[in-house]
């Protein structure tokens, strides 16, 4: 049997709230997983440990409940006014599926840090 090699990503796990997540900055993600698409939501989901159908991530940094499988990708921004472009993936727990239509509350906090 082969395995595939595991890989480094810097991230940070942080907690706001009731949230938790893995945390990361564009630049320093695969460059294949730097663009919306596949690659991106399949390193993810693995970080994160879904799908696992018994709903417990223990095979990742999921905590088995929505407020604890997010993940957020943060990078400088160049749109005027701003400075960080901040975007927000809800990993599912038991299917492949990362929902990136949303927002989330832990994003307040963070920029408060910032």
Avoid at 27 to 42: F, I, M, N, S, W
Avoid at 70 to 78: F, G, H, N, R
Avoid at 91 to 103: T, Y
Wanted: proline fraction near 4%.
């Amino acid at each position: 049997m082969t395995n595939k090699p595991q890989i480094k990503i810097l991230a940070t796990y942080m907690r706001g709230g009731t949230s938790k997540g893995v945390f990361f900055k564009l630049t320093d993600l695969p460059e294949k997983a730097q663009v919306p698409g596949e690659c991106r939501d399949k390193l993810l989901l693995r970080v994160i440990g879904s799908p696992d159908p018994y709903g417990k991530q223990t095979d990742g940094m999921g905590g088995a409940t929505s407020s604890t499988s997010k993940t957020v990708i943060l990078s400088k921004s160049d749109e005027a006014g701003h400075d960080v472009d901040y975007l927000f993936g809800q990993v599912a727990i038991d299917k492949v599926f990362v929902d990136w239509s949303g927002d989330c509350q832990i994003k307040s906090e963070l920029l408060q840090v910032i």
